[in-house]
């Protein structure tokens, strides 16, 4: 990977903030945009901007060719079987809230038992909290390792012929863990429960093969790999999908509406009520283009090489507190003795260092580490080495202006 050319792609990062060139280290959070796809975007606006499916006027048929043409881009980029099984929703989080309330509330009963771990970004506990609440299930969790790691044999042992849902976040947005998401569907499968796959931090970062994994749903952004905001993607087995019912209703997922009765499309449409996300899936196509042209294997290779040099660097500093196991994604999660993370983002900003502060989505997590915040350092394919060195420098000049030396 030629870094200095991969950033020359960035816009917004040939920039300075607080006098000093800009350092972003924030892509857990959202990534930022190559121009390609701004360009895209840019252009759906001012050439074709239309509404899709309806009209058979030309700018009309584009605009669907688009939409529909990004939808085939997902299919390929995760490996689905077929476009069916790709809805286009408002994010990750959206996602999984459609599988918790459509297929959720609907096979899940009193007795039964969904599946989470400590480690769970909230979009991932909270939608399987509320199905607990009104179903009657029990809501249960898979411990962790010290490490911050998952054992094969707590699932075993946390899994049952009761458990009707298991899901899990492929890669920690906290530890930078990669959960064995393939091995834990075997065993939720072998149990006769559905596996769902929180791909939000891992989409972006690694080549994904959701048949492969054998996930039943598949939930993932796509502001976080270089697309829009405001799109997202749900994969689910298209058996699956057919016997789920819309959670939305309107216009575009319809066959026939009576006075008292109606019908809906077929997939992936009964899912996608109202006027779609257009520019965000075109957005998103572009974002996909781009990051195969530099192939997910080698943006995975750069950010694990970044992630370890990070670790040895940071663990040179004394007062250090690092979370999560030595092999990791791109991205270190930290705090210094006596300094709460909201001060040392601060400090670190006025150095020109975007970092993320705070319980990043993760309180069930933040109490497992006994913590109330932490501080993110998260890394992408246009991050390097001497951006680390940057980071290492700011955490420095951070504990002298704390006094802690």
Known sequence: MDIKDIRS????LDQQVNGRDLVYLDSAATSQKPQSVIDTISTYYREYNSNVHRGVHTLGTKATDGYEGARDKVKKFIGAKSTEEIIFTRGATTAL????????????????????????????????????????????????????????????????????????????????????VKEIAAIAHKYGAIMVVDGAQSTPHMKIDVQDIDCDFFAFSGHKM?????????YGKKALLENMEPVEFGGEMIDFVGLQESTWKELPWKFEAGTPIIAGAIGLGAAIDFLE??????????????????????????GMS??????????????IDDVHPHDVATVLDAEGIAVRAGHHCAQPLMKWLKVSATARASFYLYNTEEEVDKLVAGLIKTKEYFGNV
């Open 293 to 318: 042209q530099i192939g997910l294997d080698n943006i995975e290779k750069h950010e694990h090489k970044l992630a370890q040099y990070a670790l040895e660097q940071l663990s040179k500093v004394d």
């Open 9 to 12: 792609h960035f816009p917004i």
């Open 226 to 234: 270089c697309g829009p905001t405001g799109i997202g993607v749900l």
């Open 97 to 180: 809230n459609i599988v918790a309330q459509s297929y959720g509330l609907t096979n899940v009963k009193a007795g039964d038992e969904i599946v989470i771990t400590y480690m769970e970004h909230h979009a991932n506990v909270i939608p399987w909290q509320q199905v607990a609440k009104v179903t009657g299930a029990t809501l249960k969790y898979i411990p962790l390792q010290e490490d911050g790691t998952i054992s094969l044999q707590d699932v075993e042992e946390t899994v049952t012929e009761n458990t009707k849902i298991v899901s899990v976040m492929q890669v920690s947005n906290v530890l930078g863990t990669i959960n064995p």
């Open 322 to 335: 690092i979370y999560g196991p030595q092999h990791r994604a791109g991205l270190v999660t930290f705090n």
